[in-house]
């Protein structure tokens, strides 16, 4: 396992835990079975972009239920990404403290549920 590989799993088992509650097993198994193919090489375009990039569609199916369309699952992916910049500023580090984010993706998986009930 190369840095960045070992970088992004240390990311996405905090992020996964602190959101949805995953262990450590199941971000390995999802991330071999998604990205193994990218993660292996040090060198990977996949590097461009940051761990949350990679784990919003994921995540946005595990927070939120039944169907929803693809503009709604962009849009909250997008949310969630400019909610952790806004945040940390930093989009490729581990911070201290997740919980200020699960904060803000709990609020705005409250205002997509009290959108789509408007309609």
């Given at each position: 396992m190369n840095d960045s590989h070992a970088r992004y799993?240390?990311?996405?088992?905090?992020?996964?835990?602190?959101?949805?509650?995953?262990?450590?097993?199941?971000v390995l198994k999802w991330a071999d079975e998604k990205y193994t193919q990218y993660l292996i090489d040090p060198n990977d375009m996949f590097y461009h972009e940051s761990p949350l990039y990679w784990a919003t569609d994921t995540l946005v199916s595990e927070l939120i239920t039944g169907k929803m369309n693809s503009r709604d699952r962009i849009d909250l992916s997008h949310s969630m990404l400019d909610a952790y910049w806004d945040l940390y500023h930093d989009m490729y580090t581990l911070p201290?403290?997740?919980?200020?984010?699960?904060?803000?993706?709990?609020l705005i998986i409250k205002q997509y549920h009290e959108k789509i009930n408007e309609h």
């Open positions: 799993i240390e990311i996405w088992n905090a992020i996964f835990y602190t959101l949805v509650n995953w262990s450590s097993e199941r201290k403290d997740l919980i200020p984010f699960k904060i803000q993706v709990e």
